[in-house]
């Protein structure tokens, strides 16, 4: 127990100190890099004197410091503000006003936004790790445990086949087969499960290669390991043996390596899977506010994000050091 609460409370901090740096990187750069988000609120042709009355009400104008301390005080009370373009409904309202000009209020809670759109996000993130590991695990299996023989060549083919496909075209070509020309599932947008499924093979295929070689790589290691074979010498069988320390210990890289996966997933692969196929997720309303610099969301993905990949891998490495107490972390 005093081990479980050391490890948390030290970590904890880490992970807030790591937050905290993520969220102040982010917001300043949206504020270095070129272009004034005020004109795309208000539209092109909005005259110079309103856009900066805008932009002071809204505190653009403001030192960048006063400004990230303004947002953290508003994070820490639970209040991520609201988007520069999207309406209640969720749909754009960029270059539009009423009657009393912008009002903050009649755009969308940029809170209720991300609730909306994470459910999407999580059941892909899943369904993608559930593929992915109903194909690397056998594989990497077989390769950990047959080293240098046919299966360990053919987890290096399947592997060198997985990595050398980029996500684009994998997805493009799954379309056309299974759902243009075979029918079998819907592909673009979402309006149920199965709109979900060839989104997360595109995901499968990008997570296959590292985490077969990780499998292949842990598992031909231990069963170098001295205790091993001191546990055949005393009477074990190889089955007893792989089946209950084997792959034990084999679990501690595959830990870390999927805490590293979900870094791509959150960061990378899953925001490019979802603008291919149109997928109401975290990744697509990520990408839009990017290209309509709507800081408030942009802002609140970076924390979420940071923040959940900082927990995840606490997590991690609790759980590996629970397998193995020589971890130390």
């Known amino acids: 127990m005093a081990f479980a609460i050391e490890f948390f409370l030290r970590r904890i901090t880490q992970g807030l100190l790591i937050v905290l740096l993520v969220a102040f990187v982010i917001f300043a750069l949206l504020r270095i890099v070129p272009g004034d ?65 912008y009002d ?16 999407y996000s999580l059941q892909l993130a899943a369904l993608g790790i559930v593929f992915a590991l109903l194909v690397a695990v056998p594989i990497g299996m077989a390769a950990g445990l047959r080293a240098g023989k046919w299966p360990d060549r053919l987890a290096l083919y399947v592997s060198s086949l997985f990595v050398s496909l980029p996500n684009i075209w994998v997805g493009v070509l799954l379309i056309f087969l299974l759902s243009a020309k075979a029918g079998w599932l819907p592909a673009i947008g979402y309006q149920g499960f199965s709109y979900t499924i060839i989104p997360a ?57 999927f805490g590293a996966q979900m870094i791509g997933l ?36 970076a924390i979420l994000a940071s923040g959940v990949l900082v927990a995840i891998n606490m997590l991690v490495d609790f759980a590996s050091t629970n397998i193995d107490r020589r971890l130390k972390f």
């Open 201 to 257: 093979m595109v995901l499968a295929i990008e997570l296959c290669p590292v985490m077969i070689r990780a499998i292949s790589v842990s598992v031909a290691g231990n069963l170098g390991e001295v205790y091993f074979d001191v546990g055949l010498v005393r009477g074990l069988s190889r089955t007893t043996m792989i089946a209950k320390h084997v792959v034990r210990n084999a679990a501690v890289p595959l830990l870390n390596l």
């Open 266 to 301: 959150l960061l990378g692969g899953l925001f490019v899977v979802e603008y291919i196929f149109s997928y109401p997720g975290i990744g697509m309303l990520t990408i839009n506010a990017v290209f309509q610099r709507d800081f408030p969301i942009i802002q609140a993905v």
């Open 104 to 119: 903050p209020e009649s755009r969308a809670a940029v809170a209720d936004l991300i609730m909306t759109a994470l459910p």
């Open 37 to 101: 988000p005020i004109r795309i609120i208000l539209g092109p042709m909005t005259p110079a004197n309103v856009l900066e009355e805008t932009a002071r009400d809204l505190g653009l104008r403001d030192p960048m410091l006063v400004q990230f301390g303004r947002f953290l005080g508003e994070v820490v009370s639970g209040d991520f503000g609201h988007s520069f373009i999207r309406g209640p409904q969720g749909g754009s309202a960029g270059g539009s006003q009423d009657a009393d000009g």
